[in-house]
């Protein structure tokens, strides 16, 4: 590379060599020329030259910023003239470079959002009302509700018992016989249907508490 001269900017001022660029500068130079069309292939624009000198100022500042150096347009246009005519395999490393940076960007922006999407539908499930607590209710019975004994679940067994040991079954011969057995028929229902409910508490009972600990995990 030719010696590349910047001005000391003091009173006395005075040119001297100017550092060489590194690799890292070159690649955010080139980005923003490539990214602002500093050779104007993409379209024609009105005051080409006022406008170029707005991109290296921005070109200056950028690695100001970044790399504490400071460049002058006139260094900035003759490295991008080099790259153009007499590095071109360097140019092009440069750009594939950009590219990749530029993909792995896109990527993680996308992770990211992904990530806040799922933290803002975990939150709306979160900011939800507790369940309720499950309640059973049963309809109303048509059968009268006085002096009829309360059967908590974990007597039933017995009751089983003792009522199938007294109940008896009376001949169909007069019509009071007839309403005894009908009563009877309906009370063994009962009791079978008692005996059903009794075995399945244990199946409900764990459906409930898988139910329970799906909605604490939410």
Known sequence: MSDEWVADGGRGSHRVKASAMTFQEMTDMVQVLDEKDYDCKLASYTRPNTRKHKIMEKVVRRLRRRYSVERSKDQLRKRWSD???REVAQLHKIRKLIKKNKKRERAEEEQQQAEAEDAAGQGEHGSQEPAAEIKVECEESSYPTVDIPVIKME????????ISSTVQIAPETTTNNVTMHQLSAELRQCISELEYMRQRIPEIQSRIGVVLQTLEKM
């Open 83 to 85: 790259l153009k005519h």
């Open 155 to 162: 007597e039933i067994p017995v009751c089983l018992q003792e």
